[in-house]
Structures are given as C-alpha cells and as structure tokens.
C-alpha cells in the first residue's frame, strides 16, 4: 500500500523523471512510504526481472537504501602472453567470451587485447554476458558518434572500468544503465533539433552545455524560448549566452515555457507532503510511463 502522504525530495524526483523508469518510480514511492522492498514484488504486482531492473536503477541514481559495493579500481594488473595461452587452454568460458567479442566486434584479437579482455574476467569480475553487452554498447555508441569503425579495446576498457567503479556487473544492472544512457542521447537529440544543429555531432564542451540544462529538467518549450531569445539578441547560437540565460531561469525555479511565459518568479514547491490527489496523479503517469 501507498501512503497518502509522502514526503519526496525536488531532486528525487527530478532524477526519477530523467530515468524514464516507471517501475523505479513506482518502487521508490512504494518504499518510501514505509513498505518493505521485499515484498515489492507481490504487491505492485511486477515480475522479479522487472523488479532487479527497477532496483538496479535506484541504485545507479542514488536512491537506493543500501548502495552496492563498487570495485575500488587501483594500480592495473600485468597479464602476460603465458597468462593469456593458459585461460585460453584451462578457461573454456574464457575461449567461448573470446569468440564472442571478435564476432561483434568482426575482426580477430591480438595478443594485447586479449590481455585486455582477460582483465574483464579476472581483475575487474565482469560475468561474460556483461562484457558482451558492454561491447554492443560501445559499438552502438560509436555509430551514434558518426564513426564507420567499430571500438578498440583500449576504448571499451575506459568504459569497463567505469562500470566497474559504478557497481555495473550484472544484466539487470547492465540493462538499467544502458535504458538510461539512451534515453538521455534521446533527449539529447530532441535538443540539437531545437537548435537546429544537424549533420554533425556536438563538440565536448558544448555536450556538457547541453547536459547541464537537460539535467536542470528544462522542458522543449523552455529551451525552445532561449534559444529564440539568444538568436534575436546575439544574431545566432551562442552557448554561453543561452547559458546565462537558462542559469537565470534554473535559479528562479523557472523549468517549463509556462511559468517563463507567465513570469512566475516563485520556484515551485515540490518537497513537502503530497495530497491525496496529487499522489494519485503522479502514480497514474509513472504506471502510464
């Protein structure tokens, strides 16, 4: 049962709403009004995949009760070309994982990278399926990128290591992630629409411009108004000017075209408890997702 009074952080559900998650969402309320994780399944009435996932994704925001324990990534080990014969002759998973990742990758592995890949097993603990979905991300993300070339392991590394430090070492934990990513370069995407950038990719610095406003919780209409605004002002795209705009906005608690439209300077409470009514309709859009 869910409580009819909640109290829930303006962050919260700032990040629950970036998630894109419904059955995070609908997990977090049902935990935070008191009920017991363990029995989150029965009574939302959410299969125990969906419900992994779910926890997988509170987790990754931080709003999990108990977070996982991540790798504590130090000095990288050494393997050696002998290190390397022998899990290929002793370790059949490791031969089956090594077939694997030259198959989507479409090209064969040289002695460094198998080194590569033999500290996804045994250094950083990645399970083979992991590591498979690990390199189906890299190379989707590569394709998004503009690349013709699918990634080295040096550059799948990077990524395994992060997800390593970030406690991604299951599927559910693996899926959770990746649903986020995507959703997130989808937002992205709708952007560069509204900024009318086409046939290239964003730079890094205006990435992380970019970033920043999608995870103030800007909507389209806002960014929308800023962009039309520093076009008339500047004769074009500037960054840091439709920055300071939106900076102005963030800080009055203006997120949608709305409250800017109607000059709203009061930013708009959302911590404190929840009626019954509101309960209400913020559960049927989390179920509707």
Known sequence: MLSSELHIEKNHIHKLLCAANPDA???????QSGNAPENAAADLNISQSRLSCATATLRQLGLWTEQKQSL???????????????AMDE??????LYGEVQR???????????????GFVRY????????????????ERARQRGSLRNPSLRTIEK?????????????????????????????LGRLMQILQIRGRSLTPGEERYAQQWLDW???????TLAYERTCLNTGGLSWAYMNKILTRWQEAGLLTAAQIQAGDTKPKVVSGRLGDAELEAIQNVLREG
């Open 25 to 31: 969402a609908l997990l977090y309320l049902f935990i």
């Open 72 to 86: 504590a990534v130090g000095e990288r080990p050494q393997y050696s070309e002998n290190d390397v014969l022998r």
């Open 91 to 96: 370790d059949g998973q490791f031969r089956s």
């Open 104 to 118: 989507l990758l479409g090209r064969s592995l040289n002695t460094e990278e198998l080194k590569i890949l033999l």
């Open 124 to 139: 950083l603990g990645l399970p083979g399926d992991v590591i498979c979905v690990l390199v189906c991300f890299c190379k």
């Open 159 to 187: 990524e395994a290591y992060f997800w390593a430090e970030q406690g991604i070492d299951t599927m559910e934990e693996a899926a959770a992630y990746i649903q986020t990513q995507n959703h997130r370069r989808s937002r």
């Open 217 to 223: 919780g800007f909507d389209e209409g806002a960014l």
